[in-house]
């Protein structure tokens, strides 16, 4: 079958990694930059232009939609679901799970532990806000941040008022969340494939380092899950509709606490910390969907 990987890099680990899987099990592969596809709405005909070619022979796609161009990357996910191509990662979900807001209350609707989190619309209330979430020291995160940038460790409460005072008069949207001191720098991310863990890592933040990212210099390492981590992350993806998710996690006094949950989860990190093929389990999920459609178009043969 025809795969198109929605990924504006095709030198990206990620995306390199999944070309190379889906070759070795012997499909064609196409990287296509999402922000280069012309989409043409029209009644019964949606059809996606890219470089000035009519796209109409693909069976899969599997989406890479980085979180600064989530709008139109999701237009261009939608679209191809319109033109009934099937996608690993369908593109309300990854709307859902891109607003941490959003998807903290739906997380939260399904029970699932997390951190106390404090919202607001820039109220002039600073100090009420940060007595809610058990106060300093705590963390301040911008609501469209990615790879740790945008979170702030507050120290004290006099630091927590000025870095919240400063970011309303900003306008910038923020969401204030309790510290837990015993995860030390830590958490877990949990790689989600088709309801199954396929590789956990413990990733520790460097020395001084409260981000326990690895852009921000953090270190992977394998772990095994605890059973109510398992099935914190199982429940987490399947919550927010994610075939394909990244889970993060910090291990806490009181269970598992959810921290984010990635629709476009990096390969590098837990492929390297696990030694799993994780990139052929994605492109055997893509297979499966792929199978499913032609199962479901095959005429039925009556036994009479």
């Known amino acids: 079958m025809k795969i198109a990987i929605l990924s504006r890099n095709a030198k990206l680990y990620s995306t390199r990694r999944l070309v190379e899987a889906a070759q070795q099990r012997g499909h064609e592969v196409v990287v296509l930059d999402h922000l280069k596809c012309d989409l043409v709405i029209e009644a019964g005909q949606p059809a996606i232009i890219y470089k000035g070619v009519k796209l109409t022979d693909i069976d899969a796609i599997i989406p890479r939609i980085g979180a600064s161009v989530t709008f ?33 209350q739906i997380l939260s609707r399904a029970g699932l532990g997390m951190p106390k989190t404090a919202f607001t619309n820039y109220s002039k209330d600073v100090t009420q806000l940060i007595a809610q979430v058990g106060g300093a020291p705590l963390v301040i995160k911008l609501l469209e941040g990615t790879q740790g940038l945008g979170v702030v460790l507050a120290e004290t409460d006099k630091a927590a008022e000025s870095v919240i005072e400063a970011f309303h008069n900003l306008k910038a949207r923020i969401i204030v969340q309790e510290f837990i001191s015993e995860s ?21 933040g460097k020395e001084g380092e409260f981000r326990s990212n690895l852009h921000r210099g953090g ?17 987490a993806a399947k919550t927010l509709d994610l075939a394909i998710a990244g889970v993060d996690m910090l291990q806490s006094k009181r269970g598992p606490l959810i921290l984010e949950v990635n629709s476009s989860p990096g390969l590098e990190g837990i492929e390297k910390a696990t030694k799993t093929d994780i990139a052929q389990k994605i492109i055997e999920y893509t297979e499966s969907l792929v ?14």
Do not use: H, W
Request: glycine share 6%; proline share 1%; hydrophobic share 40%.
């Open 72 to 104: 139109y990357g999701t237009a261009a996910v939608r679209q191809f679901e319109m033109m009934k191509v099937k996608s690993a990662v369908n593109s309300q979900a990854i709307v859902r799970s891109r607003d941490k807001l959003r998807c903290m």
């Open 219 to 235: 270190t992977g390492r394998l772990i095994k899950l605890s059973r109510a981590e398992k099935t914190a992350a199982l429940l």
């Open 291 to 304: 199978e499913k459609k032609k199962e479901k178009r095959a005429p039925k043969i009556s036994k009479e």
């Open 184 to 204: 030390k720098g830590a958490d877990i991310r949990a790689f989600v494939v088709n309801g199954e863990v396929v590789g956990a890592m413990l990733r520790q």
